[in-house]
């Protein structure tokens, strides 16, 4: 497949504020600062589409982007939906209740169309907040794929001991998670077919 085109299509707090057109979605949920609005770019190959920022918390709304690609000659459009990370300390019990209401309005509209990408560190062991949202998403039934991000900070050695150990915290096989790096495009080949396998 091709990614032709992107750009942001809507930015949203409130389901009245979504696109009124309803296109399959992919939906990044992860840590904040655990690189999804980097992935994103990388994908639709953009450097700055998506505002990224090494400081976390930085996207704070719902981020439509509006994707054209092509398949085997066939357009197909799409959203990436870009959402604000959660377990960013420094923000308030206000603040956190409402991210809350936002992503459960969010995952609870239009679900038949959803995918949910779960962006985790390819470093660490999975946090209790990702375990929460895993948790969600299975419950809801939602369609998932697990990538472990930052692949560029592990060597290619210790990388299936790091898949193990998310795999086993989530209760997955650590086969079916991608590694990906957007700083050297590892693993885009494979988030790209699982793309093209979502929309076919
Ligand atoms: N080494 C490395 N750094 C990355 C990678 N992806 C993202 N980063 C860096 O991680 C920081 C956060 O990236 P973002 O894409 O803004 O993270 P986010 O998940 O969108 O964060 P929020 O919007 O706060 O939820 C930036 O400094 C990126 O350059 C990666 O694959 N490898
Ligand atoms: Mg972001």
């Known amino acids: 497949m091709k990614i032709k085109q992107a750009s942001l299509l809507a930015s949203a707090v409130k389901?009245?504020?979504?696109?009124?057109?309803?296109?399959?979605?992919?939906?990044?949920?992860?840590?904040?600062?655990?690189?999804?609005?980097?992935?994103?770019?990388?994908?639709?190959?953009?450097?700055?589409?998506?505002?990224?920022?090494g400081s976390p918390g930085k996207t704070r709304l719902l981020n439509f982007y509006l994707v054209e690609s092509e398949i085997a000659s066939n357009q197909r459009e799409f959203y990436f939906v870009d959402l604000p990370g959660y377990g960013y300390a420094k923000v308030s019990q206000s603040e956190r209740s409402r991210w809350l209401e936002m992503i459960e309005e969010f995952l609870s509209s239009r679900t038949d169309d959803k995918y949910c990408w779960q962006v985790v560190d390819i470093r660490h062991k999975p946090?209790?907040?990702?375990l929460i949202m895993h948790?969600?998403?299975?419950?809801?039934?939602?369609?998932?794929?697990?990538?472990?991000?930052?692949?560029?900070?592990?060597?290619?050695?210790?990388?299936?001991s790091q898949l193990k150990v998310i795999g086993e915290a989530l209760q997955i096989n650590p086969a079916e998670i991608i590694a990906f790096s957007s700083e050297n495009n590892d693993g885009k080949q494979q988030l790209l077919r699982a793309v093209e396998n979502y929309l076919t």
């Open 135 to 160: 948790r969600i998403l299975v419950d809801a039934g939602y369609r998932i794929l697990v990538i472990a991000n930052k692949a560029d900070k592990v060597s290619r050695g210790a990388r299936p």
């Open 15 to 53: 389901k009245q504020q979504y696109p009124e057109r309803k296109l399959p979605e992919i939906v990044l949920l992860g840590r904040s600062n655990v690189g999804k609005s980097s992935l994103i770019n990388s994908l639709v190959n953009r450097k700055n589409l998506a505002r990224t920022s």
């Open 127 to 130: 946090s209790e907040q990702d």
